[in-house]
């Protein structure tokens, strides 16, 4: 009820390509799915996040599309960029009490020049 | 200010032995979390405090983990004779709560080995 399914696992993109990554979640009271990007050496950073009132959420390159009936979103980076490599995961949380995030496994993107 | 501050950047230990990994949040943020990193894994839960309300401390691995955090400031994850499947990446994140946004703002973290 708790996980969130991430795939793929990893990813190699050309300059200029879309990336495409995705995730599937089981528990319906999520209300709350951000992405995060990691450079190595880093904590993740809040890249976008969409709430399920949405269907898309669109900012500069990067896009959320999400799914409810199939309980799905994806993250689409649009003319991908070398600068773009970095480990993407997606999230999902209840905003109540905790507030707490449950993880993807994390997609390794590496866009080459 | 300065973002979420966490020391030390490394720590090897030996099996057996304690530790202790600090997290300094930004400052005004009343909500932290730690998070675990394995290898090749997503980021796991560990335990919440939001001002003085109990933590929740449901993602808490095993009673050898504890954390606190001292004047809603600073907290300290303690793991007591680690053992080496405790190695991993120890994240910490804070956030302002009452925001419909929930941005949570990343440490670069802990790596812990465990030999």
């Known amino acids: 009820q708790q996980q969130v399914k991430q795939s793929p696992q990893s990813l190699i993109v050309q300059k200029g390509g879309i990336s495409i990554i995705n995730c599937a979640y089981e528990?319906?009271?999520?209300?709350?799915f951000p992405w995060y990007q990691q450079f190595p050496g880093k904590g993740p950073a809040l890249l976008i996040a969409?709430?399920?009132?949405?269907s898309e959420k669109k900012e500069g390159r990067f896009t959320i599309s999400f799914n409810k009936s199939a309980k799905q979103f994806s993250l689409h980076i649009m003319d991908s960029q070398p600068g773009d490599s970095a480990t993407y995961f997606c999230?999902?949380?209840?905003?109540?009490?905790?507030?707490?995030?449950?993880f993807g496994t994390g997609t390794l993107l590496a866009v080459q020049p | 200010g300065a973002g979420v501050s966490q020391s030390p950047s490394n720590k090897v230990t030996e099996k057996g032995k304690d530790v202790e990994l600090r997290c300094d949040p930004i400052?005004?943020?009343?909500?932290l979390y730690w998070y675990r990193q394995s290898l090749g894994q997503g980021l796991e839960f560990l335990i919440y405090?939001?001002?003085?309300?109990?933590?929740?401390k449901s993602g808490l691995p095993s009673d050898r983990f504890s954390a606190e955090r001292t004047g809603g400031s600073v907290s300290t994850l303690t793991i007591q004779r680690t053992q080496q499947e405790d190695s991993a990446v120890y994240l910490c994140?804070?956030?302002?709560?009452?925001?419909?946004?929930?941005?949570?703002?990343f440490g670069a973290g802990t790596r812990l080995s465990v030999l």
């Open positions: 994140a804070s956030s302002i709560r009452g925001l419909a946004k929930n941005i949570q703002y």
């Open positions: 528990n319906t009271a999520f209300d709350y």
């Open positions: 969409i709430r399920p009132d949405v």
């Open positions: 999230a999902a949380s209840l905003l109540g009490a905790t507030n707490k995030l449950i």
């Open positions: 400052s005004g943020h009343t909500a």
């Open positions: 405090f939001q001002g003085n309300s109990a933590p929740d």
